[in-house]
């Protein structure tokens, strides 16, 4: 019994990943042509990340804000091409502080070659960090570690999404919502990236056990939720 | 809670407890190693094997809820604003204008190149003052050029005319002569004197690269 779940969770988490996973040219030589002034390989980019990324976007800042982070994202990957390495590690990243914490320092911890995973871990990377940024000049951080939930504008679905979907998807939708941030940026992030724990780890700067257990504790939160 | 009697790999020693092991194990994310380790565990544990049942269960859980939840919520609009908005970027950041390139010299911004401007041309102006001083004032170091004897005395006299007129014209050449006494060369001493001035006005005044 022990085999074939674990066999069907593989199954779910494998179909998710060739579903996700982008086919053609890869992301590293997208990267160089968009170096050598080759805008369409950028908007390549834009498009193979489109999806997980507005969504994960989404997830951990509302639907409101997904968009301009996501713009805000790009942005920034612009302005520190010239950076990125996808061969070096830095030990920058590797020493970031923990998102918990809400210490990371937007640009001053991508500038430097890429954490493990190459292109999309440091892309998701730096819309971690934009995220954060929203939440300290929003006060939700502040908000968080004194153990209460600031509901914004921006962290409920706008009303016509409020009203799609079924029952359940509306309740997992709070139930997400209600997971402590660095619960549930790690959960998405996993999600959406589909990145190995281990470059998930470095790339948000806190030790694997703790994000093994981030993710662990979300996915037990939702499923009391959901049960309710 | 630590596993006890087994053979720590590098990464199950960072691992603490059994919910995160069994997790790495479930999403097949453990070294070779680490993964026989987990297995041969879990053939004599009983507890351990119901506890990575629940866990692939609440994954499995989880996974079908999110891909639910994101059909369930179509974005496609949403995408594509995005994306039309990150493309416009792109392409502006494409279209910006190149700085413009001097060879052999480090690219610099548009301001640094201001600053640098004035100085240089200071610097320019002070070499050829420098270089007009050392070359028309009478000064041993300066290679002399022979006259032809075929040069008329009526030049000669016309030339020495000139120059003493010259130097009785300079201001403070009096002043100079009577403080360093006779036969110094004061219309060589306030040359030298301002062109130091000016040497080292410009090596005070030039910024550093």
């Known amino acids: 019994m022990t085999g074939k779940l674990t066999s069907m969770a593989r199954t779910a988490v494998t179909e998710r990943t060739e579903a996700s996973e982008p086919v053609g040219i890869g992301d590293e030589l997208l990267l160089e042509r968009l170096r ?11 498009k193979r990340y489109a999806q997980p990324l507005m969504r994960y976007l989404q997830r951990i800042a509302g639907e409101a804000i997904a968009e301009e982070l996501h713009q805000q994202t790009w942005l920034s990957v612009l302005d520190n091409l010239d950076k990125f390495d996808p061969v070096t590690v830095t030990s920058k990243a590797s020493s970031a502080q923990p998102v ?17 995973g190459g292109f999309k871990a440091w892309l998701f990377r730096i819309a971690t960090n934009k995220a954060n940024d929203h ?17 914004t504008d921006e962290s409920l679905p706008d009303a016509a999404h409020r009203l799609e979907g079924t029952e359940q998807e509306q309740k997992l939708r709070r139930a997400i919502d209600q997971l402590p941030e660095a619960q549930r940026q790690v959960l998405m992030l996993r999600y959406y990236s589909n990145m190995k724990f281990v470059d998930i780890a470095k790339t948000l700067g806190c030790p694997l056990n ?18 309710t | 809670m630590k596993l006890q009697g087994i053979a720590v790999a590098s990464l199950l020693q960072q691992l603490q407890g059994d919910d995160t092991l069994l997790l790495m194990y479930l999403v097949d994310e453990l070294p070779a190693a680490d993964r026989a380790e987990v297995e041969r565990r879990l053939a004599a544990d009983a507890k351990l094997r119901a506890d990575l049942d629940r866990l692939t269960e609440t994954y499995g859980s989880f996974i079908s809820d999110m891909q639910a939840l994101d059909g369930g919520s179509p974005m496609h609009a949403d995408v594509s604003a995005a994306v039309r908005r990150a493309s416009s970027a792109i392409r502006q950041w494409q279209a910006r204008p190149a700085p413009a390139v001097t060879y052999g010299v480090e690219r610099h911004s548009p301001s640094r190149w201001r600053v640098w401007t004035i100085p240089s041309a200071a610097a320019a102006i002070v070499l050829v003052v420098v270089g007009v001083s050392l070359y028309s004032g009478p000064t041993p170091r300066m290679p002399v050029v022979v006259v032809p004897p075929q040069a008329g005395p009526q030049t000669a006299q016309s030339d020495d005319a000139a ?22 060369n004061s219309d060589l001493a306030r040359d030298e004197s301002t062109s130091k001035a000016l040497r080292e006005d410009a090596v005070f005044n030039v910024p550093e690269p």
């Open chain 2, 163 to 184: 120059m003493a007129k010259l130097i009785t014209q300079s201001p403070g050449t009096d002043a100079l002569a009577e403080a360093e006494g006779p036969g110094f």
């Open chain 1, 135 to 151: 939440w300290r000049s929003r006060g939700r951080e502040k908000a968080a570690k004194d153990g209460l939930r600031l509901v």
């Open chain 1, 100 to 116: 918990s914490q809400g210490e990371t320092d937007g640009e001053l911890t991508i500038s430097g070659a890429a954490p493990p």
């Open chain 1, 36 to 46: 050598g002034g080759d805008a369409a390989a950028g908007e390549a980019l834009v």
């Open chain 1, 210 to 227: 703790t994000a093994l257990g981030r993710v662990h504790k979300a996915m037990i939160k939702l499923r009391q939720f959901m049960e």
